[in-house]
DNA sequence: TTGTATGCGTTATCAA
DNA sequence: TTGATAACGCATACAA
């Protein structure tokens, strides 16, 4: 690891000064082709790079956004990490991680942290802090998106996107009865999730559709993932045997529950339909294939990232944004 | 988004010099508990925070590690992201996350942001690069470490961390004989594979070991997912219907290899022993559950971490290591 | 224990 | 089209 090359030595091998050489490597008018051209090459042949440390310093830009999340090993944040990576390398931005392992005191330093590193902006994926708390800490930074989270009110520079987490229950709902299925449960997640809660509102709205009464019975909360599902499915046919649909909080408590169904020789789809959340690529991997409520999440990646470089680039304060994604029922075996 | 304090703010506030405040933000000696306690305050207060840019330029230092990863969607990574993470965390350094999407030019991109960044380190995870190209970039960085890859030969400031792939393939091998299975196949994942050629060795090793002779005709390569795994199988089953057991790249190859099984009526494991590798959460979603070679892809992640800011924190440059990590065969269901 | 001068590598500002 | 000078906010080296 040798030495870099500092503006300096260009401008000296180039007999310049340094601000012509700041300027061609900016591509900023004001410097003739020739001396454009003799810079470049040099800087190519010495392998200068402007550091951006000492460009962040000046211009107060570090072209740095930060990513917060509650766990990257789950699938559903690390697509949505990849989409927004993907978007922000297309436009020269660079993604820094904070991870919050569901823990609120790392969430808190990882928004200080992206403070106190004066990123350009920041995406917040699925923040569990108390919504006050939420919003000073979010006004403190240049922009921002929260994805899977809404704010008590608009805040300059920051946008939200939400995934319209109702309307897909409904769907799912919707699907159940279409194919005569009117004694529905649903395995409606941890009780603090709000997406949890918002698939919980669609589901009683979805059987308030179809004139079916909300029986609190048939509702179980229980852990995100397959053991989740695999209990929860357990208390429900415990509690009431007879159920013939059941619609799940994603799709890895639908695998659980799928087992449990058929573990008590229940046979889906047969006996107990069953519809998931997310369109993981587990969906297809079991059997039977799972009918889901497929989220586009790196998309949803991509669309945060847009709109945070969108919001960065409004040198006025844009307007906040509550953004929709709409979720699609995807019709496989289970259902 | 107010202005920020800087420390020239609290020096004045607090009537003292900007060093003394330096010195007390850092914990530095040289400074009365008297004054220390009141430049605390004041900053507290004024809720001050040192610019890491203004630190960073006059240090030469960032506290921060870049993580170059093929696919941070793909589990395996996504894994040990979240240990490097956590790890850093510990210790006040941010990742910034690097995505090639399996682009080549992608990942020389993000080794040269990198290096432009002035990151004090990296960890670079299954680099495809020419192995040649590969050690000029990671001798440009102060400090790396590269998991999944060797070197040609050892790099002043860097380790390489690699899962004993060649010892996963020969336990499953040897699991395989110990059942008295001896027509085994192997789906080798894709050609280009580093771990799917280790896995490849260690698979002919653990049949030499039994006495056992290689037959070309058992080996398939594959795509490293699900599909993969279930046009291999199919495939295999083609050329060699009598095949008794499958030693698959990877838990999603071992679950479509599963499946075609099935799809042919051949019973897993009673006709088809199959075992996977990485022991995912998959693993014991699916029916029957997977016996797996377990890699700790978390602890990957942190040893990744802790070996980098070993080395960055040896101020003579350390000797490289060439770490291993030994998995360990799971038995469950499948095999 | 405290302070002063200087430099880190770049860009903004203003002048030539 | 160019260049000189002064920030940007902090830490290092040295002085008091």
Redo the contacts with the bound molecule.
């Keep these: 690891m040798k030495k870099?090359p500092?503006?300096?030595d260009i401008a000296r091998a180039a007999?310049?000064?340094?601000?012509?050489v700041?300027?061609a490597?900016?591509n900023k008018?004001?410097?003739?082709d020739?001396?454009r051209q003799r810079i470049q090459a040099l800087a190519d042949e010495l392998g200068y790079r402007?550091?951006m440390i000492?460009?962040s310093?000046?211009?107060r830009q570090t072209a740095t956004i930060g990513l917060v999340v509650p766990d990257i090993a789950n699938p559903f944040f690390s697509h949505i990490a990849r989409g927004a990576e993907d978007a922000g390398y297309r436009r020269g931005y660079n993604l820094v991680l904070m991870n919050t392992a569901e823990d609120l005191d790392r969430e808190v330093a990882a928004l200080d942290s992206m403070w106190q590193n004066e990123v350009d902006g920041a995406i917040l994926c699925s923040s569990r802090l108390p919504i006050d708390e939420l919003e000073t800490h979010v006004e403190r930074l240049p922009a921002a998106v929260l994805v899977n989270r809404m704010l008590s009110a608009a805040l300059p520079a920051t946008a939200t996107i939400n995934v319209n987490d109702t309307l897909g229950a409904q769907q799912a709902v919707a699907h159940f009865v279409s194919r005569e299925r009117t004694r529905i449960a649903i395995l409606a997640g941890p009780v603090y999730s709000i997406s949890g809660q918002r698939r919980l509102d669609g589901y009683r709205a979805g059987l308030a559709a179809a004139s079916l009464v909300f029986d609190p019975v048939m509702l179980e909360h229980c852990a995100p993932d397959f053991q989740g599902g695999y209990a929860g499915m357990n208390a429900l046919l415990a509690r009431r045997p007879r159920i013939n649909a059941v619609f799940a909080f994603n799709d890895l408590v639908a695998a659980g529950a799928i087992e449990a169904c058929q573990e008590q020789g229940k046979h889906v789809p047969d006996d107990i339909a069953v519809i998931g959340v997310d369109d993981t690529p587990l969906a297809t991997m079991i059997r039977p294939r799972l009918t889901t409520v497929r989220v586009d999440l790196a998309g949803i990646g991509q669309l945060a990232m847009d709109t945070l470089l969108a919001i960065i680039d409004e040198a006025d304060e844009l307007a906040a944004d509550a953004l929709q994604v709409d979720p699609e029922l995807v019709v496989r075996e289970s259902a």
Excluded: Y
């Design positions: 870099r500092t503006i300096s007999d310049v000064s340094m601000m012509t700041s300027r490597m900016n008018p004001g410097v003739s020739a001396v402007p550091s000492a460009r310093l000046a211009t």
